[in-house]
């Protein structure tokens, strides 16, 4: 599958024809096409705020229960000190019950990514996965999430140290991936601070900005660069390909579509997503997937409730 991808990709980069692409977390699965050939149960912004209902909703959630994530979490940590792992994104679906479907969820949101897929999963993700524009990749690591409401929240979450080691984590694995696809890699920009709404809450995200160079005709291997560099750093951990492994081991479900990619290449340009904040339809039941990075410095109780901090829906 993961050959199809790219070679679907690198033939429609080679010809310069505007794409949407949606990739799932494990490269099983994909949907490719023509933007002119999208289907009508298909709907996504990229890097623009829409918002075309403004219902009230109100929902409720039920998290996974914490002994059953803190098993989750003392085996990662086992996995950590056996030096198999740094950093690794830990998730879990959490039930959600709710007075809304999914087209509704997508249309509330303010997201700057928002993808409606076939009314079988929503995302309104506030994390842009890579950017190409100009012969030049950029992507911006998210890792570090405060409530806004908390005093001198700001200061607290650029100062705490388990935060700074996760990022820096990240920022270097993907310093390190941009090195397989692009020349004169740099970090432009560390640690900056950004505010998303959640539901009726503010958080203040950190976030860096990397970047290489590419040569002119990179859209030619659009496919080779999106599969060198999936699945996404943020949502993973580092090193990659162990972390992979020991995220199937201890989640012990399908993430699914949800921690994959979607975006646009418009003919010249790129620009994508990572799916997070993201609401999947299972039978009558929806599920919010939702997670965080651990590290050795992380405590049980702090990641069980960032986990569910993040469950929000957009407005309500």
């Excluded at 994104?89 to 087209?103: C, E, G, H, R, V």
């Excluded at 993808?115 to 506030?126: E, G, H, R, T």
């Excluded at 993973?236 to 399908?254: A, F, M």
């Excluded at 609401?279 to 651990?294: M, N, P, R």
Aim: net charge positive; proline share 3%; with cysteine.
């Amino acid at each position: 599958m993961k050959q199809e991808i790219e070679k679907t990709l690198n033939e429609l980069g080679k010809k310069r024809t505007p794409t949407l692409f949606i990739i799932d977390f494990d490269l099983k699965n994909y949907y490719i096409k023509p933007l002119d050939k999208v289907d009508s149960d298909i709907f996504y912004t990229i890097d623009k705020k829409t918002i075309s209902s403004t219902k009230d909703i109100r929902y409720s959630f039920e998290a996974v229960e914490f002994e059953s994530y803190k098993k989750a979490f003392d085996r990662v940590l086992e996995h950590i000190k056996a030096g198999n792992s740094y950093l690794l994104n830990l998730t879990f679906p959490s039930l959600l019950n709710i007075d809304a479907n999914l087209k509704t969820i997508y249309e509330i949101s303010d997201a700057k990514f928002k993808l409606y897929f076939k009314d079988k999963f929503v995302c309104f993700s506030p994390e842009r996965f890579i950017n190409i524009k100009d012969n030049k990749i950029y992507t911006y690591p998210m890792k570090g999430t405060i409530n806004a409401k908390i005093p001198d929240a700001k200061k607290k979450i650029l100062s705490n140290k388990k935060e700074m080691a996760e990022h820096v984590m990240v920022v270097d694995l993907l310093r390190n991936d941009l090195n397989i696809v692009s020349k004169n890699v740099q970090v432009e920009k560390f640690r900056y601070v950004e505010s998303i709404k959640a539901g009726n809450r503010e958080l203040l995200q950190v976030s860096s900005k990397i970047s290489g160079e590419l040569e002119e005709s990179w859209q030619d291997r659009l496919g080779s660069i999106m599969i060198k560099l999936l699945p996404a750093g943020s949502i993973t951990g580092t090193p990659k390909r162990k972390t992979v492994e020991i995220i199937k081991e201890v989640e012990g479900y399908e993430r699914g579509f949800f921690t994959g990619v979607f975006g646009v290449f418009d003919g010249e340009s790129l620009d994508s997503a990572v799916m997070i904040r993201f609401v999947e339809k299972k039978g009558d039941k929806l599920y919010y997937k939702s997670g965080g990075g651990i590290t050795i410095d992380s405590k049980v109780e702090d990641e069980y409730n960032e986990l569910k901090e993040k469950v929000y829906v957009p407005v309500f």
